[in-house]
């Protein structure tokens, strides 16, 4: 082989086959990300060409859920030290836990969707329908079941079998009020993951809410009056 053609060959060899195969991996690439990117948005139930409205149940519910929880998740994690009883600890574990993770759920969806997390008028989205002409927040503009400023200190201020009873009245009217948001965004959003998610929230929080009822009543108490 003359020189000429060994040079050739070396430029047509292994650097030209290492372009190809860059090349050909990079193409693999893409199309993995591109999969893995379909995939991550179906997970999150994002599968629809234009995302929900600002104003839509899917983005309110998910605006005004993720506060609401966020209150439950500071009286639960409250209960963690302050609790006298294992079985409220227990239960309180399992409160901040479920709804810490729904509240990454939602505000992951307002981000895909483009939405802020906070702002907006609360439970707007609540005020058709059945609800039209109806204000659905309390004074103050606390979403139903919501503590005020005042009985979260009160709360904080106790400790033992004094906080069990306390924390529980306030965490049923919580979770009732939460029930009937998550029962309305069931049955009106229109992301199938926000459905989902709203059934699993209703049905978890009514089960809370019975076995609450039995603890206030071992005790000798009675919930609050529901929101």
Known sequence: MTATAEREAAATGPTATG???RTALLAVIGVGLLLLG???AVALGIGRDEPPAADSVDAGFARDMAEHHLQGV???NLALT????ETVRGLA???AEAQQNQVGRMQGWLALWGHPVTGGERMAWMSAGEHAGHSMTAPGGLMPGMATDEELAELASLSGAEFDVRFLQLMTRHHQGGFDMARYAQ???AEPA???LARSIAESQA???AVMADLLARRGAAPLPAP
Do not use: Y
């Open 19 to 21: 372009r190809g195969l």
């Open 38 to 40: 379909g995939g991550l």
């Open 74 to 76: 500071a009286m639960a």
């Open 82 to 85: 302050r609790a006298g009883d």
């Open 93 to 95: 574990f399992d409160i």
């Open 187 to 189: 049955q009106h959003a």
């Open 194 to 196: 926000v459905r989902t």
């Open 207 to 209: 089960g809370e809410v």
